[in-house]
């Protein structure tokens, strides 16, 4: 499989998305690494396995009906409908990701498919990142991190100095900008839990950015020079935690997202995108939504 991904937007070919076949709720609080699954937790409102499969099995249909080809990961004894959280595509690279220990069985669910794809990266165990945190725009590549001295001892912390070293070192021909985000293990709306959770573009130049949940004010002037002003809609620390930056594009003109952000679909819409509205309510209880769902392998290159 000669995989290609060197922007977010353009035509998709081929995606893995995740599945709720196996999906267990957890024994306790402690099992739990976001603070969105925890507050949905707390107040006995976590999901059923079935209403999660078939809001996934609606969203396949339709990517299906968009002509895009969908892999689905192998089947294993664990939780797995965040496969964004397993690797990442950058060009014709395979990244696979140094994801939470508690979660490292999540990886053989990419068994089959990394059979078949040639330049397949490793990081190093204490090098940590997660596909959440990477957006790529062409010669240009995006990384959320963290970078507080709580890291440790912060769930919510995916990614590191380290990991974006190594992608720097392997990718010369990119120009890559780290941007640091804010944590925290307990409030939805204090906490950007990958980079898409607070950014995303959209279209041919515009994006989709909370920017409160930046943590450096110079990167985020940066991003937001980037795009300009004029070509950003900005959401709020509430609305990033219901996940309005987490829609996902299925070519330059057409996104899913949540039937519930009327403020971001009016937005779509005037700036002449087609949208699939679909109700991803449950998955959302999860702390993930579109992007978080999926894992892109192959875009028309622009």
Sequence with gaps: MKIQINNETSTLK?????????????????DLYDPTSLMNYLKGNYPTKFRLQNQLSNFKKILVNHNVKVNELDVIDTNQIFARDLGFVIDGNFFLSSILPDRELELNGLKNIL???????KLPKSAHIEGGDVVVDKNHVFIGYYNKKDYKNQITARTNKKAIKIISDRLKNKEIFP???????I??????????????PVSTNKAVVCKEAFANKIELEFL?????????????LNEM????????????NTVITDMRFKRLIDWLH???MNVEKVDFSEISKLGGLFRCCTLPLIREKK
């Design 14 to 30: 081929q995606v893995i998305i995740g599945n709720a076949y196996n999906f267990k709720s957890p024994l306790n609080f402690r």
């Design 115 to 121: 059979k078949k794809i040639k330049n397949v990266i």
């Design 179 to 185: 941007i640091e985000l804010i944590k925290s293990s």
């Design 187 to 200: 409030l939805p709306s204090k906490n950007a839990l990958h980079l898409d959770c607070c950014f995303q």
């Design 224 to 236: 937001i020079s980037y795009f300009g002003e004029k070509n950003i809609f900005n959401v709020t």
């Design 241 to 252: 935690s219901k996940l309005y930056c987490n829609f996902f594009s299925i070519n330059q």
């Design 270 to 272: 005037n700036i002449g």
